[in-house]
């Protein structure tokens, strides 16, 4: 796969979402002690009072509000109002172009911080690994790269074995295992490639073709 340039790198994704060393308002609306910025840490967590441990890594601020007001609820306080925002604009854009999102036919689909090198092996076990019945010889990755999109075709069991190296994946990559809604519109061309001992490199247009 062609590697992402400076300028792939920065572009806008659709959603943002909360990588490590992140900076967040949280409040609770009616509870001024429940007012507090935080940062998360490495992996992306961060504790808050009376709700505990939060593993907010890969995650929008949305699903960490209602994580946090779903542990409150009926407990600490009644009906609690959560919001979780990002400090300032700047922060929220810096991760949105850090994480990689992970699909398909795995345990917990979602997108996760890419923190140092990440290969295609370690964004799957992010995702909490296959589940029983993935398809490991049918992976894909999305990749833009100068303005085209390119698809690599993965063989994870191959990987394994050592036929050929855990290729490394980055920030807007779209890993998809086995079978998926996204990908489903590449199936014709997808069912006509064999079991994968090596990869294989194409780009999106000439695959719709």
Known sequence: MPLPGADDGVRASRVAYIGPFTELRVEVFGVPEMQRDVMTDGQGGFTFPLVGALDAGGKTTNMVSEEIRSRLAGRYVRDPQVTVNFK??????????????VDGEVKKAGAYPV???VTLMRAVALAGGTNEFAKLEDVVIFRTVGGK????????EAIRRGNYPDPEVFP????????????????????????????????????RK
């Open 172 to 207: 807007n990559d779209i890993v998809i295992v086995g079978d998926s809604p996204q990908r489903r519109r590449f199936n014709q061309l997808l069912q006509s490639v064999p079991a994968l001992l090596s990869p294989i490199i194409l780009l999106a247009s000439e695959m």
């Open 149 to 156: 999109e390119y698809v690599g075709l993965y063989n994870l």
């Open 88 to 101: 300032s604009p700047t922060s929220a854009y810096s991760i949105q172009s850090m994480t990689v999102a």
């Open 115 to 117: 923190v140092g090198r």
